[in-house]
C-alpha cells in the first residue's frame, strides 16, 4: 500500500474505504444482537453487570459476520467503485492476508465495543448510557491493535503513511458513528441515537 501518489481527499476514501469492515460490523452487530448475554447475566464485583445486556453473543457472531462479507464483497466486486473514487485499484489494500486481516477489523471493532462496555459497567454507567468518546473510539482503536499485533508491517503501510491516513481515522470516525446511529435510531433499530 502505497499512499504517497494520492491526493488528501483520495487518502481519505481509501482509509474508509480499508476500515469498512470495522465500522460495519457494529452495524449488523445491532441487527443480529439482542440474544445471548455474553456475560450470561453475570454481575461482577462491584455491584454492576460484567458486560450488560447490550453484548451478545448473536451480535458478535452476526457482526463479526457481517463485516466479514462487506470486506469479502469489496474485495471481489468493489474495484471499480474504489477507482472511481480515488484513483486506485482494491489489490493491495489488505496485504498479503486480506481475509485475516479483514476478520480482524471486523472482530476487532466489536471486541473494542465490548471492552469499552466492560469500563463503562465498572463507572455505573448502564447499558446504553452515553460515553462519548469511548462510543467513538473504542470499535477503531481495538480493529487497528489487532491488525498491529497480526501484521505491524502492513498497518505500518498505510496508516503511518504521513499525516492524511490519522487525520481521517480521528475526524471521520466519530462522524460516520454518529450519522449510521442516528440512521439506525430512525429506523428503529437502535433504542438511542449514539
Ligand atoms: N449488540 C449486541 N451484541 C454486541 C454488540 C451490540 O447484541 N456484541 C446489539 C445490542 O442489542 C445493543 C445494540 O447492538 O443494544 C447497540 O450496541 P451498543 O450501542 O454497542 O450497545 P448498548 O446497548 O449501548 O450497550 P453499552 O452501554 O454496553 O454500549
Ligand atoms: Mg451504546
Known amino acids: 500500500m502505497n499512499l504517497e501518489e494520492h491526493s488528501f481527499i483520495q487518502v481519505l476514501f ?3 474505504w480499508i476500515m469498512m469492515p470495522a465500522y460495519l460490523s ?3 452487530a445491532v441487527i443480529s444482537g439482542g440474544r445471548f448475554p455474553i456475560d450470561q447475566g453475570k454481575i461482577h464485583s462491584d455491584g ?11 451480535g458478535l457472531i452476526g457482526g463479526t459476520t457481517g463485516g466479514i462479507l462487506i470486506g469479502y464483497l ?5 474495484n471499480s467503485i474504489i477507482n472511481t473514487l480515488a484513483n486506485t485499484n482494491n489489490y493491495d489494500f489488505w496485504g498479503e492476508n486480506p481475509i485475516i486481516i479483514i476478520s480482524l477489523l471486523a472482530f476487532g471493532a466489536l471486541l473494542g465495543d465490548m471492552t469499552a462496555s ?9 447499558r446504553g448510557d452515553k460515553s462519548p468518546l469511548l462510543d467513538m473510539f473504542d470499535f477503531i482503536g ?3 491493535f489487532l491488525t498491529l499485533l497480526f ?3 502492513w498497518l505500518k503501510s498505510w496508516i503511518i503513511d504521513g499525516y492524511a491516513p490519522l487525520f481521517t481515522l480521528l475526524i471521520a470516525t466519530p462522524v460516520l ?11 428503529g433499530i437502535k433504542n438511542e441515537p449514539w
Open 118 to 126: 466492560f469500563f463503562k459497567r465498572r463507572s455505573k454507567l448502564n
Open 14 to 16: 481509501i482509509v474508509l
Open 74 to 78: 469489496q474485495m471481489n466486486y468493489g
Open 26 to 28: 457494529n452495524t449488523f
Open 48 to 58: 454492576n453487570r460484567i458486560l450488560g445486556d447490550g453484548k451478545t453473543w448473536s
Open 142 to 144: 481495538m480493529a487497528l
Open 177 to 187: 458513528h454518529r450519522s449510521v446511529n442516528i440512521i439506525g435510531y430512525k429506523l
Open 151 to 153: 501484521d505491524y508491517e
